[in-house]
């Protein structure tokens, strides 16, 4: 034999096979091939189900497809239901999928020995989220992708979305991730699949059952990273939620914790030892455990700081890793610079343990916590992940103090987070030399609201004027807002001398978001007090009270809405107060309504006519303009109910095209028109996790 051919055959076998499947020529009989190479090119090895592949042809059966890289099976036909054996050996389970549409394709049981893949979230060997094989010799070797802009797709904004009043879902609030990462186009209120556009569908998976498009899928490979399929009508239908495994990865910068992509920034690691876990388990020394934190002997870097007395000043920025251990108290004392707000809060794992913090004054008489003016508290459903609260000092140099104590012994890892922002008082913000962005709370999940301080006893502007009635959660407000109410306060306590404090109630949640919807429990219509430019504060009283209490002094109760008829002879409103004290909101531009109770509005209009027709010098007396907007931006009537407890601010909306970063900021200060009816603005309605109803096993 001719030892360039022999050696040619040995090196290169799979040649070898090529040859021996064509017609060679009539030189075929003058080669003498030794017949352990012969053999050995002759009968390749298929492969088994779960092994490495590149091609079909390298997978053992009939039915054999290499799948992004790994031998699988085809099903007899389509999967009639995800994660069902049907059309399938047993022991193996049948999916759909885009990248091989023709059939379904059956996944064998996760054996380790025998899985060249990953262990899904179903307990099968699958091929990994972006493998590869060959696509000129194999059928399954490339993943289906979500065209831009289309349903599904990934977006920083409602703008990348190319359907029609479609929605950019995604993270509210980075340090609690919903794990809709790198954002999902999708669309609320549709009404068929034909609304969704191509490989979309119409499901019931927003809050309630509402319908939604979202991305169509039959196996968790369909979705882009960061996404897997689950199953969420009663037909069977899938869609694409967000969610991850070993076979669905994460988008890079990210982490799969708790099937859910998080940001590497939060997610718990050894670079963030206070980070982010799935709920019921907490970060301890940068990884993930079931149960409360672990606590050294040590204690954390700002120990000791058990008491008052030894309080260490809380550090600019976020510190993380500090760790509360049983009977553990951290104290945190807080200087105020003039003119200034300072935020500070804590971030933590509520399920891990049930931590609170406390505020007190300089002298370490209590200021309140999260439930109110009192402490300790039994009401704990408004407990979140967060707790913040603002501080501001006209000249200067106030101190308060911070204590972060546990409920019931609870303990567990926070990061303590103190952030200070330069403010003023004035009527207008923007002549206060802020920029429009300021003024209107402008940033990326509310991050441009402020939380609306504590009164400050030595402020020379409004002092111990106001007191807070609500959760420490839903104080989040524009500038411009905190700016209205406090110089209306201002007005009002000079033109009125022994006003007694007033209570302010709701706002907004931290992420622009209104009250109660970080607790599932909404306080308020949706989207009433959405980005931080409404709040509810209390009428005056004739009692002196000014706290949010039915004023009607006819029997109404809550659920009545109004106050009835009877209201005419026996509320308690101080009217005058009050009347000044909405002539002095409506002086802004900004201001867009506000709504009162049915019964008392006309009382109002009265008052004011009253107060306008004053002499120059009294100082209760108001302008003409101010007279002219309880016709046209005071609301009252059927569309706004439960205002015989309250009053209800609203600023003007945020314009959508300033939001986006376009169009004439000057524009959208102008007198808006009059309104006398409820805002129309569009619901913000929330996705539903997991999605309803079970997902498929």
């Known amino acids: 034999m001719d030892l360039h051919w022999r050696w040619l055959f040995v090196v290169v076998p799979a040649l070898m096979g090529s040859l021996e499947a064509c017609d060679v020529g009539p030189w075929e009989s003058e080669l003498t091939v030794d ?69 379904g394709v059956c996944y064998p049981l996760y054996d380790p020995e025998t899985c060249d893949g990953v262990q899904s979230r179903h307990g099968l060997c699958s091929p990994r989220r972006g493998g590869g094989c060959n696509a000129a010799c194999g059928a399954a070797c490339a993943e289906d992708t979500a065209g831009a802009g289309g349903i599904g797709a990934a977006c920083d904004a409602d703008e990348a979305c190319s359907l029609r009043g479609a929605t950019c879902y995604r993270d ?69 939620f967000a969610g991850c495994d070993g076979a669905s990865t994460c988008p890079e910068g990210t982490t799969c914790l708790g099937e859910l992509c998080v940001s590497d920034d939060v997610a718990c690691s050894p670079d963030v030892p206070s980070g982010w876990c799935p709920e019921g388990s907490s970060c301890d020394g940068g990884a993930c455990r079931k149960g409360p934190s672990a606590c050294g002997a040590e204690g954390d870097a700002l120990e000791p700081n058990d008491d008052l007395g030894a309080a260490v000043t809380a550090p600019m920025g976020v510190t993380r890793d500090l760790t509360l251990c049983e009977g553990d108290e951290d104290w945190f004392k807080i200087v105020v610079p003039e003119r200034t707000i300072v935020r500070v809060g804590i971030r933590f794992r509520q399920a891990a343990g049930d931590i609170d913090l406390v505020v007190y004054d300089g002298v370490g008489r209590l200021l309140g916590a999260r439930n109110g003016a009192q402490y300790p508290y039994a009401y704990r459903d408004q407990e979140t992940d967060t707790e913040f609260y603002g501080f501001y000092s006209e000249r200067g140099g106030a101190e308060y103090f911070v204590r972060v104590v546990g409920h019931d012994g609870a303990q567990n890892v926070y990061g303590l987070d103190v952030t200070s922002t330069p403010y003023v008082d004035g009527p207008s913000c923007v002549d206060a030399g802020f920029s429009f962005d300021e003024c209107a709370g402008f940033g990326e999940r509310g991050g441009g609201l402020l939380p609306f301080p504590f009164p400050d006893p030595d402020d020379l502007v409004v002092g111990g004027g ?106 308690i409103v101080d009217l005058e107060r009050e009347a000044f004290f909405m002539a002095r909101l409506f002086r802004s531009p900004r201001t867009r309504v506000i709504g009162v109770d049915k019964v008392i509005a006309p009382f109002l209009s009265r008052t004011a006519a009253q107060l306008n027709a004053l002499p120059a010098r009294d100082p209760r007396k108001i302008t003409d303009d101010e007279l002219a907007s309880f016709s046209d931006r005071m609301a009252y009537g059927e569309g706004w109910p439960y205002h015989h407890h309250h009053i209800h601010l609203s600023m003007n909306w945020w314009p959508k095209k300033t939001a986006a970063g376009g169009g004439s900021p000057e524009a959208s200060f102008a007198a808006p028109p009059a309104i006398h009816r409820s805002p129309a603005l569009a619901a913000e309605q929330r996705m539903v996790w997991p999605p309803r109803p079970a997902i498929v096993r």
């Open 35 to 103: 017949s352990e190479v012969q053999s050995g090119g002759a009968s390749q090895k298929r492969l088994p189900a779960g092994a490495s592949c590149s091609c079909d042809a390298d997978c053992d059966g009939e039915a054999a497809v290499c799948m992004l890289g790994i031998c699988m099976q085809r099903a007899e036909g389509l999967c009639t239901a995800p994660n069902s054996e049907q059309g399938c050996a047993p022991g193996s389970r049948c999916f759909n999928t885009d990248i091989l549409t023709d059939s």
């Open 172 to 240: 509210e609030d980075p340090s609690a991730p919903n794990g809709w990462v790198e954002g999902y186009c999708l669309a609320f209120d549709c009404e068929s699949d034909d609304e969704c556009g191509p490989g979309a569908g119409c499901f019931p998976a927003a809050e309630g059952g509402s319908p939604v498009c979202l991305s169509t899928c039959g196996s968790d490979l369909d979705c882009r990273p960061g996404y897997v399929c689950h199953t969420v009508d009663g037909e069977g239908r899938s869609a694409c």
């Open 466 to 571: 106001y007191i807070w009635e609500t959760f420490s959660n839903y104080r989040f407000a524009r500038r411009e807002l905190i700016m209205l109410v406090r110089d209306a306060l201002a007005e009002t306590l000079r033109a009125f001398p022994g006003t007694t404090p007033l209570s302010l109630i709701d706002v907004c949640q931290i992420n622009g978001v209104t009250p109660g919807y970080d607790v599932d429990s909404p306080r308020h219509p949706e989207s009433t007090h959405d980005q931080g430019g409404n709040i509810d504060i209390a009428y005056f009283q004739t009692d002196g009270s000014n706290d949010g209490e039915i004023i009607c002094g006819d029997g109404s109760k809550h659920e009545d809405g109004y106050c009835s008829s009877a209201a005419k002879r026996k509320h």
